[in-house]
């Protein structure tokens, strides 16, 4: 299949001889007829409205018709033209061109030339002081930038290690050369790092300045000092001093004891005061006042909090269970006694997990029943008893 024009200005001609309108329900795309990097204006004599698959295929025709730097950015253009489809908004018509160009054979076929021209593209490898090499193209901008803005670079046309051919994946002829030149340069910065150093202690001003700043550790004592105790009392004295009789190098720690005032600062943190309650009330007073509102009827200490805040149920009464025979059911704690003097026994029969299992398994088809007081599991509903369970009893 071949493109429907054979040179650029084949293709310019015919989309000027067209009287095309910008949103007139078709996607169109502005081109400059001659590139701007070779001089060309933004005048309308100079712009035409070309399809998405003609735009690619301008700059496809005029970077077959030149070479070096402007084939290559021709190339590249071609090819993010019909890119970044997913970037439009959903209703953009750029979007909605790009998905019927890539739908199409023809644009396909252009795409693909498009790809193995710029793959067939000479590639240089270059590096930048001890950075890792990395490939540009040979004939593209990126080189005479770099050269424009005074970047010094090296070309590595060979293998850095054997000097044999490289390639246009790697730097170098083999994995084993490349992993070897990587670590080169690692060391290379290393030392580098080392010689900096060294070379900056050889200024006078930099050494001095460092000096000082060592000979002080971190809790402001000099580094020719040293702490001696005897046991009860620590003090420092010259590292090259003698140690006197009785005492020894190090310290004792000191045992560490709040002075009144301070315990009363913490006392005094967070609100001043002991805790009281009465009536569901809790409050907190100062120590020199508790006794006048214990006298007036307040009690001293908390209660629980829970309680206060819309979680009523917390002071409910304390259930437990009985059984007896096939039957077990829960009571209030304080009717216990009660139950035991009938008969009945504290706590569930066959309490183990391995037993519970094998009841549940026989208890299968068993309903909760309730008289508002006993809970009991029975098949069929015992007279005064309703379906479900209560938690809550009366007093």
Known sequence: MGFPFTTYMDLIDY????????????????????????????????????????????????????????????????????????????????????????????????????????????????????????????????????IDNG????????????????????????????????????????????????????????????????????KGIPKNIVWITNGTNNQTIKKDAEVPQGWRKGRTAEKWEYTPEQKA?????????????????VKRVKESELQSWLDNGWIKGSIDRRIHVGMPHLNRKKNTWIHKENECIMIPKEELTQYLDNGWIKGRPNSSKKVRAKQRISQAGLYWFTNGIIDKRAREQPEGFYRGRTNTFPK
């Open 15 to 146: 989309a000027s001889s067209q009287e095309r309108i910008k949103n007139n329900g078709r996607y169109y795309e502005m081109h400059h007829i001659i590139p701007k990097h070779e001089g060309g204006l933004d005048d309308d004599s100079n712009l035409v409205l070309l399809t998405l698959y003609e735009h690619t295929l301008a700059h496809y025709l005029l970077a077959m018709e030149s070479n070096g730097r402007v084939m290559t950015a021709n190339l590249i253009s071609a090819q993010l033209i019909s890119s970044y489809g997913d970037m439009c908004s959903d209703n953009c018509a750029r979007k909605a061109a790009i998905e019927n160009f890539l739908n199409d054979p023809k644009a396909i076929e252009l795409l693909e030339n498009v790809k193995k021209n710029l793959a067939d593209l000479p590639r240089a490898w270059i590096q930048i002081g001890n950075q890792k090499p990395y490939p540009v193209a040979a004939n593209g901008r990126r080189i005479d930038n770099m």
């Open 151 to 218: 970047i010094q670079f090296k070309f590595l046309e060979v293998c850095p290690i054997c000097n044999q051919p490289n390639s246009r994946s790697s730097f170098a002829c083999c994995k084993e050369h490349t992993i070897e030149y990587l670590a080169s340069l690692r060391n290379a910065v290393k030392k580098g790092q080392s010689e900096t150093v060294a070379a900056s202690w050889k200024n006078e001003e930099v050494a001095n300045s460092r000096k000082k700043s060592s000979s002080i550790s971190q």
């Open 265 to 281: 600062a913490a006392k005094g943190r967070n609100g001043i005061g002991i805790y009281i309650h009465k009536d569901d009330i």
